[in-house]
């Protein structure tokens, strides 16, 4: 009777750890092809996933410059804060510098927003984008 006591407990402590980690702050990410226009999606926090969503990304060019714009949608019953950063990658699928960085985010309730980003190359020199979106915490932190 005790051994089953024991392997009850051990089994919640495993599954409570299961649900902490599936809290945790790591990072979903959507890949997109700018030449093919297919998207990858990635998904390390699947409740993340359910709580700021990516509904739209639109690019524009202006001057050779590409700007993204990306939809968020918070899709919690209550206001959601976060960080959200876009990478560009060059035609021969190197990474470039990160000038810009994470951007957070503070969302209310059902509430959509767009968000801007300036590539840091000429657009014709930019053959994909990767949207990152990182963590849950309290707005304003």
Partial sequence: MKQKAVCLSVLLALLGLAVLTGCSARIN?????????????????????????????????????????????NGWHMPIGGKIKVLFYSTSGVQLDDPWGWRQINL??????????????????????????????????
Wanted: aromatic letters at 8%; glycine letters at 4%.
């Fill in 29 to 73: 990410s959507v890949t997109i092809n700018r030449d093919s226009g297919t998207r990858r999606w990635q998904v390390d926090n699947i409740f993340l996933s359910n709580d700021i969503r990516v509904m739209d990304v639109k690019e524009e060019v202006k001057d050779d410059v590409l700007f993204v714009n990306v939809l968020l949608k």
């Fill in 108 to 141: 209310e309730s059902r509430q959509e927003e767009w968000f801007r980003f300036m590539a840091p190359k000429k657009s014709d020199q930019i053959s994909q984008l990767k949207i990152m979106i990182r963590g849950i915490n309290k707005p304003g932190s």
